[in-house]
C-alpha cells in the first residue's frame, strides 16, 4: 500500500514549489489513475515517489507498506518494491538487454537477501515474459533502449515491470508516443499483471489509456494537489469537459 | 543534491589512495652517479658486459640526442624535465645476473608475489591447464630479475629472455633487427631510450612455430628518481605465431618518475604478433604530486607478406602518457589491428593512439579506441591512417569513441587522413557521449546502486576492446577499470 501524506515538494536549487499538500493512497490490488492538464505536477509526483534527485521534499511523508521511503535512495525504493515506468525510457550503449535485466533483478534480489537467479532459470523467466508482450529474442541481444522504436521501448519498460514483480508499479504517459495497436499490447501486459498484492498509479493525460486499463479510481490532479477523486466514470466526464475547470491555461 | 554535482565533489576529494601496487620494496641497489653522460652510457654498457659495438651504438645515439630538443605538439602540460637529475641505472646488488631463483634477492620475489606474478614454476603450473601458461620476464627497475619457462620454449625453438641476454647470446639476431623499426633518431625519446636502455624482453620465433604459451613480461619501477628505459624487440619468423602480454606498476612517489620504452615488433610472411598491454603505472595523487611520465615508442613491422600485428592496451596509470602503438603494412596483404582502452581520472593527462601506415597493396587496418575521462583529466586520441600511392586497395576502419563522467575532464579526437591512392577506403567514426543524471536513475530505479551502474555502462562502453585480451587478463582490466573510475560518481 503507498501512502503520501501532505506533500509539499520544489526543485532543488529552484524556489518553484511543484507539489502542494498532495494526499493520496493507493491500495493493494488497486488500479488508481491520476488525470489532469499540463504542468499539474503528475510527472513530479512519479519521479519524487520513485527517488531522483532534482527535487526536495519540504513537508510530508511517503509510506510504501508503512515504511518511510523519502529516507531511501531510489535503488533502496526499488528493491522495497516500487517501479517507475518511464514516460521517455533512457537508452544504455554498449549493455546488451539480456544484462541489464539480468544486473537488475540480481541488484534487487541482493538487496532483499535473496541468492542471485541461476541463469537458465532467468533465460526461462525472460523468454516467457518476453513471448507475452510479443518480444523478439534478438532485441533482448541488443543494447537496451538503442534505436528501439516508441512502441518498443514502452514494451521494454512493461517487462521489465513484469521481471522485477513490484508491489507498487507507477506508469507515467505510458501511452504517449503509442498508435493505438501498440497500445493495446503494452494496456494488456500491465492487466496481466494486475493482481490483489500490487497497487498502480497510471498517470495519463488522456483517458484513452483508461479504455484499456480500466482504473478502481480516477484522481483529479491539479496545481500540485489531488482536486477530485472518484470512480472510472471520472475519466469520461474529464474527456467531455476537459481540464478547463481544474485551470488549464488555455 | 543532484548526482552529477555529488559526482563532482567526489572526484574533487578524490584521492588516489585506491592504487594498490605503490608499497616500496626495501633493496640494496647498484647505481651510477644522478646525471646523463657519455660515462653514464659508458657504465651501463659496462654493467651489462656489453660488445664494443652495442656501446658504440649507445655512444652515437647519446651524441645524436644531444642535438634534440623535446617534442611539444602533444595535448600534456608537465614542467620541464631536468634530465641532469635522474639515475639511469638502478640494479638490484644481491644476486646480479641470477643463475636460477635461488639466487634472485628474496625482497623481490616477494614483490612480485604481492603484485601477484608468481616466478617460481612449480608456482605457476599449480592447478593451470597447460594451454593457459604464461612464461614472464620479471624487469625490476633496470635489470630482468627472472625470466620463467625458459627451456620449455627452448624446445620449441623459441627464444625468450631480457634484451641484455639476447645482445650476449644472439648478437646476429639483434644486429638485424634492433632499431629496424624505430630508428635511433626516431624521436627524442627513442634516441634517449637507443643510448640508456636497460633491459626488456627479447623474443624471437622461428618459421612456422605457434609459440605454445603467452608470453608475458612485468615491469616495476622500484628506485626513487630512476628513469626505466625498456626495450622489447619481438620478432615473429614466416608463419610464426605469438601472443605477449606487457603488465606495469610502480610505487607512489611523491616525484615523477620517467619510463620511456621503445617496443619493436617485425613479423615476416604469415606470421602473427598480438601484443597486449595493461598498463597501471602510479598515476599521481589528488592534486596531480607524483606519477609516472611515460613516454613511450611502440611499433610494429609487417614486414611479410600477409603478417598480421594487434596491439592491444588497457591504460589506466601514469600521470601522463604519451604513447602510438603503430603499425607499418609493409607486406602486401598485412593488417594491422589497434584496441585501446584509456581511463583517466584526478588528473592525469593522456595524449595517445596510433598510426597505420599502408604502405603494401590490399593492407587493412582496424582502430577502436575507447577514452574514459573522469576527475579533472585530459584525454586526447591522435591517430594517422596514411596509403602511399602504391597501397593500392588499403582499407581501414576508426571507431573512437569518448564517454565523460562529471564535467571537469576533456577529451578530445585528432585524426589525421591521408590517401595519396583513390582506392583506398578510410572510414572514421568517432562519437563523444557523458553518462548522464537521467541514465544514473533510470538504473537505480531497477536496481541497480550507482557504484554498479557506473560500472555496467562502463563495462558496456569497453566491452568491444576487452574481448581482444587473452581470456584471464580481461577479467583483471575489467577490475582494474574499476578500481580506476572508484569514487569518480557518488
Known sequence: ?250 | MAAVQETIDQVKSIDVTEYKYGFVTEVEVDKPAKGLTEDTVRYISARKNEPEWMLEWRLDAFRRWKTMTEPNWSRVNYPPIDYQDLYYYAAPKKGASPKSLDEVDPAILETYKKLGIPLREQEILAGVAPENRVAVDAVFDSVSVVTTFKKELAQAGVIFCSISEAIQEHPELVKKYLASVVPVTDNYFATLNSAVFTDGSFVYIPKGVRCPMELSTYFRINEQNTGQFERTLIIADEGAYVSYLEGCTAPKRDENQLHAAVVELIALDDAEIKYSTVQNWFPGDAEGKGGIYNFVTKRGDCRGKRSKISWTQVETGSAITWKYPSCILRGDGSRGEFYSIAVSNGMQQVDSGTKMLHLGKNTTSKIIAKGIAAGKSDSTYRGMVSAHRKATGARNFTNCDSLLIGDQCGAHTIPYIEAKTATAVFEHEATTSKIGEDQMFYCQQRGLSEEEAVALIVNGFVKEVLQQLPMEFAVEAQKLITISLEGSVG
Open chain 1, 1 to 250: 500500500m503507498l501512502e503520501i501524506r501532505n506533500l509539499v515538494v520544489k526543485i532543488a536549487d529552484e524556489d518553484k514549489q511543484i507539489l502542494n499538500g498532495l494526499n493520496l493512497t493507493v491500495n493493494d490490488g488497486e488500479v488508481a489513475a491520476i488525470m489532469g492538464p499540463n504542468g499539474s505536477g503528475k510527472s513530479t509526483l512519479s519521479y519524487v515517489i520513485a527517488g531522483k534527485e532534482d527535487y526536495e521534499v519540504l513537508e510530508g511523508e511517503i509510506l510504501l507498506n508503512g515504511e518511510n521511503v523519502l529516507e531511501m535512495e531510489a535503488d533502496q525504493r526499488a528493491a522495497a518494491g516500487i517501479f517507475l515506468a518511464f514516460q521517455y525510457p533512457l537508452e544504455i550503449p554498449g549493455v546488451a538487454t539480456m544484462t541489464f535485466l539480468k544486473a537488475a533483478m540480481n541488484a534487487q534480489r541482493k538487496a532483499r537477501g535473496e541468492a542471485e537467479l541461476l541463469t537458465p532459470d532467468f533465460i526461462k523467466q525472460v523468454n516467457a515474459a518476453a513471448d507475452k508482450l510479443g518480444i523478439a529474442k534478438d532485441m533482448l541481444r541488443r543494447p537496451l533502449n538503442v534505436g528501439f522504436s516508441g512502441g518498443e521501448k514502452k514494451r521494454m519498460e512493461i517487462l521489465q515491470m513484469a521481471l522485477l514483480s513490484p508491489s507498487m508499479c507507477i506508469l507515467d504517459e505510458t501511452d504517449s508516443g503509442l498508435d493505438i495497436d501498440a497500445l493495446r499490447i503494452v494496456a494488456e501486459g500491465v492487466n496481466a499483471l494486475r493482481d490483489k498484492s500490487r497497487g498502480f498509479l497510471v498517470i495519463t493525460h488522456y483517458q484513452r489509456l483508461l479504455d484499456h486499463i480500466v482504473p478502481d479510481t480516477v484522481h483529479v490532479m491539479s496545481q500540485g494537489k489531488i482536486v477530485r477523486t472518484g470512480g472510472k466514470e471520472l475519466a469520461l466526464e474529464l474527456e467531455k469537459s476537459g481540464y478547463a475547470s481544474y485551470g488549464e491555461a488555455a
